[in-house]
């Protein structure tokens, strides 16, 4: 079973439990949904939801967990004042989305009165939202039509190729990608768009993706870029950079044994397979731009619109994910840890010294 409360722990850390899980069915329109916020510490948790046909409800239960806790470490690192919370729906979006069970989906989360906003992920997008925010007020990501921020992989792209800048520069002396050959595993949402900001700076770019549909959107438009039948083709192949941007789980004990890249920066989400894959990446010689560091670009995007969306706002905070992931490799080397600890222990202190901050007694 999923330790939710984190009770195996016989001396859990402050940011060892989520604050709240929430179970959410209705029956009618086939919504079974949980929500999990991880921390408030910064402010009301952002995080989007994601719509997947999961096994069973404990790999549902376990996905939520482990991608609100991401949620909470990416909102501190990019400067936002928000929490960490993720909600993912059970089921096929493609077959199980209808507007009731989104519209149930929004009552559930205004039940939560503003303690989580939430927004696109896997499986949903703007204009689910816009039916999401029929029901609901904490909502993001919605269409520009309905005054909101449209797509967020735009920023996120965006945000893992100035990530990726940055780990070429600390390896590299070099900002620039020209020249360097760099893989994309997944093409979709924000995969295809990290691909022309490669082109655009002058890489050589090699792409899978196990829809084939996607790999050749991307090879009509760009018949240089390369493609390899699956994901293992190409973290073996003769690559400077491997960029995940599917789901979670890619850097695996294999994977990393095998591995030639010599950066790892991508826009998935929980790309070590478990705890200790970080340790085998900086053993191994490769530098790793921590996930939540360098695709924060999204949530940076939707967090922007709760304020009234500014794109050049927002662009030019994601702009400082390059300097952020600068500090962090800056971080590891002087006190000797992989970059993936530096950015935890930079996300606690930020949760810890503004978070305190609660205590000062407003009088309302």
Known sequence: MTDVFGLSHQEPSRNSRHEQVVFCADDRSGLYAIIAIYSTALGPGLGGTRFYPYPDEQAALADVLNLARAMAYKNALAGLDHGGAKAVIIGDPA?????????????????????????????????????????CAYVTGRTLAHGGAGDSSILTAYGVFQ?????????????????????????????????????????????????DQAVER???????????????????????????????????DDTVATLRATIVCGGANNQLAHPGV???????????APDYVVNSGGVIQVADEIAGFNMERAKARAAQIFATTQKIFAIADDEGVPPAVAADRLAERRMSEVGRLRAIWLGR
């Open 95 to 135: 077959t199980d989305k209808t507007e009731a069970l989104l519209r149930a989906y929004g009552r559930f989360v205004q039940s939560l009165g503003g303690r989580y906003y939430t927004a696109c992920d896997v499986g949903t997008y703007s204009e689910d939202m816009d039916i999401v925010g029929r029901e």
């Open 163 to 211: 990530g990726m800048r940055a780990a070429a520069a600390h390896r590299y002396g070099d900002p620039s990608l020209r020249g360097k050959r760099v893989g994309v595993e997944g093409v979709g949402k924000v995969g295809h768009r990290l691909v022309e900001h490669l082109l655009e700076d002058g890489a050589e770019v090699v792409i899978c993706d196990v829809n």
């Open 218 to 252: 991307v090879r009509h438009r760009h018949p240089e870029v390369d493609s390899l039948p699956d994901a293992a083709a190409l973290a073996t192949a003769d690559i400077d950079v491997y960029a995940p941007c599917a789901l979670g789980g890619a850097l695996t």
């Open 278 to 288: 970080e340790k085998q990446l900086a053993d191994r010689g490769i530098l790793y």
